[in-house]
């Protein structure tokens, strides 16, 4: 049992990130699916691309909503309301929230990132550059432009797995997943949520305009001994500069997940959320002393 327990508080925010995709998930399929409503009123009808909740609330998916513009599709108020409402959603959250908590594909390229350690593969058969994503999100929109149609969401292996989990039988999401997850296992380490994916680019893009998010990875550079744990499983690691990070006190914004998975391997609890740039119980990591030169 104590071993279940420090497991588990291990692995708290993998958990917690589970348990979020699996509720969202299931609310969408319940509805579809089952029927379910409150007060007559679905409670979450359509999918990620876009949604209505209690058929009130409408939601959208900004890059839908932007491949859609280009193509010449005029979007209805509720399409604008609900890509206003999302965006502003996790622009004040921060980062690319929405990659480590809701899309469904982290959880295959992790799955894809532990089995590859165990195997010990490499996976190093393609090598792009992490803007390469940016390349793709801007081919996106012009191969949209061009068709006519929202390009990248008739791809989507993200809105595949989604949709046929959702509607349909899940043979559709076991091949999307089961591609993404052979791509990440012997090609191309972060190969789509780091290097490909248009909609992690979109979100990083929206991450980086928003300086102060209200959630953020915070940095002690007191209680830090450079041991590099937290490197070896942040899938966006280029981000952690260990002199810039101390400067700022906090991992920036924009094409961190908020995964939290830097902080489960800390065991000197350097790393942290913060809401607002406060740390938990108060104070931020700028208030704290540096160590002194031996403990380091």
Same mark, same amino acid.
């Given at each position: 049992?104590?071993?279940?327990?420090?497991?588990?508080k291990?692995?708290?925010?993998?958990?917690?990130?589970?348990?979020?995709?699996?509720?969202?998930?299931?609310?969408?399929?319940?509805?579809?699916r089952?029927?379910?409503?409150?007060?007559?009123?679905?409670l979450?009808?359509?999918?990620?691309?876009?949604s209505?909740?209690?058929?009130? !609330?409408?939601l959208?998916?900004?890059?839908?909503?932007?491949?859609r513009?280009?193509?010449?599709?005029?979007?209805?108020?509720? %399409?604008?309301?609900?890509a206003?409402?999302?965006?502003?959603?996790?622009?004040l959250?921060?980062?690319?929230?929405?990659?480590?908590?809701?899309?469904?594909?982290?959880? !295959? !390229?992790?799955?894809? %990132?532990?089995?590859?350690?165990?195997?010990?593969?490499s996976?190093?058969?393609?090598?792009?550059?992490?803007?390469?994503?940016?390349?793709?999100?801007?081919?996106?929109?012009?191969?949209s432009?061009?068709?006519?149609?929202?390009?990248?969401?008739?791809?989507?292996?993200?809105?595949?797995?989604w949709?046929?989990?959702?509607?349909?039988?899940?043979?559709?999401?076991?091949s999307?997943?089961?591609?993404?997850?052979?791509?990440?296992?012997?090609?191309?380490?972060?190969?789509?949520?780091?290097h490909?994916?248009?909609?992690?680019?979109?979100?990083?893009?929206?991450?980086? %305009?928003?300086?102060?998010?209200?959630?953020?990875?915070?940095?002690?550079?007191?209680?830090?001994?450079?041991?590099?744990?937290?490197?070896?499983?942040?899938?966006?690691?280029?981000?952690?500069?260990?002199k810039e990070i101390?400067?700022?006190?906090?991992?920036?914004?924009g094409?961190?997940?908020?995964?939290?998975?830097?902080?489960? !391997?800390?065991?000197?609890?350097?790393?942290?959320?913060?809401?607002?740039?406060?740390?938990?119980?108060?104070?931020?990591?700028?208030?704290?002393?540096?160590?002194?030169?031996?403990?380091?």
């Amino acid at each position: 049992m104590n071993a279940a327990v420090r497991l588990l508080k291990r692995r708290r925010y993998t958990a917690a990130r589970r348990l979020t995709e699996l509720l969202v998930l299931v609310l969408f399929a319940g509805t579809a699916r089952w029927g379910w409503a409150v007060a007559g009123r679905p409670l979450l009808a359509g999918d990620l691309s876009q949604s209505k909740i209690l058929g009130l !609330v409408p939601l959208a998916d900004p890059l839908a909503l932007l491949e859609r513009l280009c193509a010449g599709v005029i979007p209805t108020a509720a %399409a604008l309301t609900g890509a206003a409402l999302i965006t502003l959603l996790y622009g004040l959250l921060g980062s690319r929230t929405f990659c480590g908590w809701v899309c469904p594909m982290n959880c !295959v !390229v992790e799955c894809a %990132a532990w089995l590859r350690g165990r195997l010990g593969l490499s996976a190093d058969q393609i090598r792009l550059p992490r803007a390469a994503r940016y390349a793709v999100l801007a081919g996106a929109l012009a191969a949209s432009f061009a068709a006519g149609t929202a390009a990248f969401e008739t791809v989507s292996p993200q809105a595949m797995i989604w949709r046929d989990l959702v509607f349909g039988t899940g043979l559709s999401a076991a091949s999307a997943a089961l591609a993404v997850f052979a791509l990440e296992l012997g090609l191309m380490r972060e190969g789509w949520c780091g290097h490909l994916c248009p909609l992690g680019a979109l979100w990083s893009l929206i991450g980086r %305009a928003s300086p102060k998010p209200l959630v953020s990875v915070g940095f002690s550079d007191a209680r830090c001994t450079r041991c590099a744990e937290c490197l070896k499983v942040c899938p966006e690691k280029q981000i952690i500069r260990f002199k810039e990070i101390a400067r700022t006190g906090r991992i920036p914004s924009g094409e961190c997940l908020n995964c939290g998975r830097c902080i489960e !391997v800390c065991s000197e609890n350097a790393l942290f959320f913060q809401l607002a740039g406060r740390r938990p119980g108060g104070g931020s990591p700028k208030d704290e002393r540096p160590c002194a030169p031996e403990s380091k």
